[in-house]
């Protein structure tokens, strides 16, 4: 069955940086787009970054853009999402979901459990 395994989360200071990563298995990795979103204490789930199966194209949302970057290695079937520039507004936990096709966005089928990710000096 698919598994969506994320690390990575923890404490950082503003201006500080994180790298989380997925670690996905039960389906062929490389065939389907992958997305990170987040869910901050007492809000809603923000979608804030998906990739194409080949990597080709990232998206972002305005909240996080030119501080987060979104890669993959689909030869250890991972996704990672590099968070820099950290704000205390970024405290959220954090999943990683499988979307349907390889260029969907905003299409999801599977996720993580998420990992938890504070902000905070």
């Known amino acids: 069955q698919v598994q969506l395994v994320e690390s990575g989360g923890g404490l950082a200071q503003p201006g500080g940086s994180l790298r989380l990563s997925c670690a996905a298995s039960?389906?062929?990795?490389?065939?389907?787009?992958m997305t990170w979103a987040r869910q901050a204490p007492g809000k809603g789930l923000e979608w804030i970054s998906a990739?194409?199966?080949?990597?080709?194209?990232?998206y972002y949302a305005d909240s996080v853009k030119g501080r987060f970057t979104i890669t993959r290695d689909n030869a250890k079937n991972t996704v990672y999402l590099q968070m820099d520039s950290l704000k205390p507004e970024d405290t959220a936990r954090y999943f990683c979901?499988?979307?349907?096709?390889?260029?969907?966005?905003?299409?999801?089928?599977?996720w993580g459990q998420g990992t938890q990710v504070t902000v905070s000096a």
């Open positions: 979901a499988k979307d349907r096709c390889s260029s969907c966005i905003h299409e999801y089928d599977h």
């Open positions: 990739i194409y199966n080949d990597g080709s194209q990232a």
């Open positions: 039960g389906f062929i990795f490389e065939a389907y787009a």
